[in-house]
């Protein structure tokens, strides 16, 4: 069974500070997808990144990049110069290929504040 | 406009009582699937559907059924409803389960069972 762990529940910053959310998951099997999500106060999910096993080439898309390392199998989130919007809960998920495809397993969150 | 609409947005029963949560989608995705929410524990997935009369088990099914008759519909059921299934409950939809592409979310159904 594959397993997600988002070991910090909760992150306070100030505003303008970098923050890395962390993301470790467990799967034996050796093709998947792994995604982040955000949900800000207003309760909504909204898809941030989406990234295969096979593609460890790290990515970053304005104040955001994200970190992918197999070999420790995890899929890092960090936030340069954060703001306020930026405050949400933030979730790190795992999708399966093959006979498992439809199974996703999400992490229970990572909820940032960030302070002005 | 593309979405995913969940009713109701909110939804208060009584033990015992029958209820429907109705997902719909208007972007002709393949795959469809229930999450639940609950403080502390993220989202478990409860059911999902990779095609039209195609739905297998999540991680936490028990107390629900679901179906899809059509491919714009994935109606969750909850046949009766225990306080334990008190919850912020999530539909979610994207264009093929094979090949795991992002989920579009619904606003979600707050339910609370008395």
Same mark, same amino acid.
């Given at each position: 069974?594959?397993?997600? +762990?988002?070991? /910090? *529940?909760?992150?306070?910053?100030?505003?303008?500070?970098?923050?890395?959310?962390?993301?470790?998951?467990?799967?034996?099997?050796?093709?998947? @997808?792994?995604?982040?999500?955000?949900?800000?106060?207003?309760?909504?999910?909204?898809? =941030? !990144?989406?990234?295969?096993?096979?593609? %460890?080439?790290?990515? !970053?898309?304005?104040?955001?990049? $994200?970190?992918?390392?197999?070999?420790?199998?995890?899929?890092?989130?960090? !936030?340069?110069?954060? /703001?306020?919007?930026?405050?949400?809960?933030?979730?790190?998920?795992?999708? =399966?290929?093959?006979?498992?495809?439809?199974?996703?397993?999400?992490?229970?969150?990572? +909820?940032? *504040?960030?302070?002005? | 406009?593309?979405?995913?609409?969940?009713?109701?947005? @909110?939804? !208060?029963?009584?033990?015992?009582?029958?209820?429907?949560?109705?997902?719909? /989608?208007?972007?002709?995705?393949?795959?469809?699937? $229930? @999450?639940?929410?609950? &403080?502390? =524990?993220?989202?478990?997935?409860?059911?999902?559907?990779?095609?039209? %009369?195609?739905?297998?088990?999540?991680?936490?099914? %028990?107390?629900?059924?679901?179906?899809?008759?059509?491919?714009?519909?994935?109606?969750?059921?909850? %046949?009766? &409803?225990?306080?334990?299934? *008190?919850?912020?409950?999530?539909?979610?939809?994207? =264009?093929?389960?094979?090949?795991?592409?992002?989920?579009?979310?619904?606003?979600?159904?707050?339910?609370?069972?008395?």
């Amino acid at each position: 069974a594959q397993k997600v +762990t988002q070991a /910090q *529940t909760e992150i306070s910053v100030v505003e303008k500070e970098d923050v890395t959310l962390d993301c470790v998951y467990e799967t034996r099997d050796t093709t998947y @997808y792994l995604f982040w999500y955000k949900q800000p106060p207003s309760g909504e999910l909204v898809f =941030l !990144i989406r990234r295969n096993s096979f593609d %460890e080439q790290n990515e !970053i898309s304005g104040r955001y990049s $994200w970190n992918f390392q197999k070999s420790t199998s995890s899929f890092n989130f960090t !936030i340069t110069a954060s /703001q306020v919007v930026d405050s949400a809960v933030y979730f790190c998920a795992l999708s =399966l290929y093959n006979t498992n495809a439809g199974k996703s397993t999400f992490g229970d969150g990572t +909820t940032l *504040t960030v302070k002005p | 406009e593309a979405q995913v609409t969940q009713n109701p947005r @909110y939804l !208060i029963t009584v033990t015992g009582k029958k209820l429907t949560v109705t997902c719909s /989608q208007n972007m002709n995705h393949e795959y469809m699937s $229930w @999450y639940r929410q609950d &403080p502390g =524990l993220g989202l478990r997935q409860i059911y999902y559907s990779m095609n039209v %009369e195609v739905t297998d088990k999540g991680d936490v099914p %028990e107390g629900y059924k679901v179906s899809r008759k059509e491919k714009r519909n994935f109606p969750l059921i909850l %046949e009766s &409803p225990s306080p334990n299934q *008190t919850s912020l409950y999530f539909c979610a939809s994207s =264009l093929s389960g094979l090949t795991n592409e992002k989920l579009f979310f619904g606003s979600g159904t707050q339910l609370s069972v008395l």
